[in-house]
């Protein structure tokens, strides 16, 4: 684990902020941690202060799907940001709906914890993972897909185009 830990934390309720914070000073390292209530604000810091640049991202599952997607399409475009993994923070049973939020690039789930022992726990191994973060694939213009389409599908019907050479028996 590092000696020294930065991470922006974006959750709008002031008790799970205490909690996150006093679980990070139980790990005993060198850590800063920004808080946001909310996407947009969030983003806004972070195009603002452009000399910031977390280790983390946790994003809290009370935030809107939606909203937490778009931050996600946001930051990955940010190419300082681009690399960071980015986990949701959600109670138990809201770590299961975590399928559209893998889909927009979550790296993982942090679950939130009733004790802050617990959650120093949950901190230090994902401060201990190794994450990757999935490069999006390169946009492809709209008209090189139409034309591999045409071109596969008259390889696949070449068969049927073709004129036999004689119709009677």
Same mark, same amino acid.
């Given at each position: 684990?590092?000696?020294?830990?930065?991470?922006?934390?974006? +959750?709008?309720? #002031? =008790?799970?902020?205490?909690?996150?914070?006093?679980?990070?000073d139980l790990l005993q390292v060198n850590r800063?941690?920004?808080?946001?209530?909310?996407?947009?604000?969030?983003?806004?810091?972070?195009?603002?202060?452009? +000399?910031?640049? #977390? =280790?983390?991202?946790?994003?809290?599952?009370?935030?809107?799907?939606e909203h937490a997607t778009a931050f996600m399409k946001h930051v990955r475009k940010i190419s300082r940001l681009a690399d960071i993994p980015v986990l949701h923070f959600a109670a138990p049973g809201e770590a299961l709906a975590l399928a559209p939020l893998t889909a927009a690039g979550f790296n993982g789930c942090l679950l939130k914890q009733r004790d802050?022992?617990?959650?120093?726990?949950?901190?230090?191994?994902?401060?201990?993972?190794?994450?990757?973060?999935?490069?999006a694939p390169a946009p492809v213009s709209p008209l090189s897909n139409v034309a591999?389409?045409?071109?596969?599908?008259?390889?696949?019907?070449?068969?049927?185009?073709?004129?036999?050479?004689?119709?009677s028996a």
């Amino acid at each position: 684990m590092k000696k020294k830990i930065t991470s922006l934390l974006i +959750d709008a309720k #002031p =008790d799970q902020r205490i909690q996150f914070y006093l679980s990070l000073d139980l790990l005993q390292v060198n850590r800063a941690c920004v808080c946001q209530d909310n996407t947009f604000d969030a983003l806004a810091y972070l195009k603002q202060h452009s +000399d910031f640049i #977390p =280790d983390y991202i946790f994003i809290s599952a009370d935030l809107p799907v939606e909203h937490a997607t778009a931050f996600m399409k946001h930051v990955r475009k940010i190419s300082r940001l681009a690399d960071i993994p980015v986990l949701h923070f959600a109670a138990p049973g809201e770590a299961l709906a975590l399928a559209p939020l893998t889909a927009a690039g979550f790296n993982g789930c942090l679950l939130k914890q009733r004790d802050i022992y617990t959650l120093r726990d949950a901190l230090r191994m994902i401060f201990e993972q190794t994450f990757t973060v999935e490069k999006a694939p390169a946009p492809v213009s709209p008209l090189s897909n139409v034309a591999v389409l045409i071109k596969e599908m008259l390889q696949r019907h070449q068969v049927l185009l073709e004129a036999p050479h004689r119709l009677s028996a």
